[in-house]
């Protein structure tokens, strides 16, 4: 009996053998490439983690800066996040910081060039929408109609649809295209909500221009002609 148990190990491990001398290096390349992969994707994730702290910590040099109204501190600050970390969140909301303080400092091309970064940049469609939407400001304040027309028709983001459209017709308003103003005021205002408080400002520009979209027909314009919706 014992020997017959040995005759069956023996032909086990001889199978075993012929197994391993087979597959054996298919095996261990397999294994090797898994632990690589696991490896690999814990060091990618490191790395995305030690990226947003250090990110988040530039971010927060930055806050002081512009808490303090040192704008060319600010932009070094947001210059290196834009070196180093340009896939960051928190860059892209640096960047939109750094906008605002160099609109309110009337620095223009400083708040442009932070637009412009962002928008192009942002992996975040809402970040890339509200970058687009305050450099269309910047262009109408230096009555670049054009090129904020251009801007906003970068907006992707649905979401932004209303005040994409809202802010189209400002732009049209100060061309004097009073017709496509209205058209681009009336999608505004059928975008939103029927409780969007937004949508009573919407209603006080389309009066002024003639159009109540409330009951779908022109009021009378200044002039006395009918305004078309």
Known sequence: MANQLDLEEQEQLDQL????????????????AVLASVASWNGYHYWKRSQ????????????????????????RTFTDMQDRYAGSTYTH??????AKMAADAANLDAAK?????????????????????????????TKAY?????????????????????????????QDK????KEAYLLAFKKLSADAPYQRLL????????????????????????GKP
């Open 146 to 174: 054009p090129e904020a027309l251009k801007t906003l028709d970068g907006v992707k983001n649905e979401a932004f649809d209303a005040l994409v459209a809202d802010r189209k017709g400002d732009v049209l308003l100060l």
């Open 178 to 181: 009073k017709t496509e103003a």
């Open 17 to 32: 053998k012929h197994f391993w001398n087979q597959y054996g290096n298919l095996i261990t390349w397999v294994l090797v």
């Open 113 to 141: 060039a932070a637009l412009q970064w962002v928008a192009e940049k942002a992996n975040d469609e809402g970040y890339a929408a509200v970058a687009r939407l305050r450099l269309a400001n910047v262009y109408v304040d």
């Open 203 to 226: 209603l006080v520009k389309l009066n002024a221009l003639g159009v109540d979209p409330q009951v779908g027909a022109g009021l009378e314009d200044k002039d006395g002609s009918k």
């Open 93 to 98: 909301q640096a960047g939109l910081a750094l």
């Open 52 to 75: 947003a702290a250090q990110s988040a910590a530039m971010f927060d040099e930055m806050g002081k800066s512009v808490a303090g109204g040192d704008l060319a501190k600010a932009q």
